[in-house]
């Protein structure tokens, strides 16, 4: 089994980490449209990965938003 370099210090990933993950993966499997994950979609992906966690629609734009700014950059 590979392990995970978290950040490139060679501190490796941990039994909860990899858990969490996996509660994100079967969020984004059972609430994820197609090959990507709506904002309205957000909300339910986070209470099956963050349980006991209520996420209302301004939290799933801003973590949408977040994405995005992960994915392609920010420009201002």
Known sequence: ???VDKGGEGEMLNLIDYL???RVK???DKCGAGNGLSVSYVPCALRIAVPNWVADITVATQ???LAIILKYGYTN
């Open 63 to 65: 973590i949408a938003n």
């Open 26 to 28: 079967v969020g984004w």
């Open 20 to 22: 969490f993950l996996r």
């Open 1 to 3: 089994m590979e392990s």
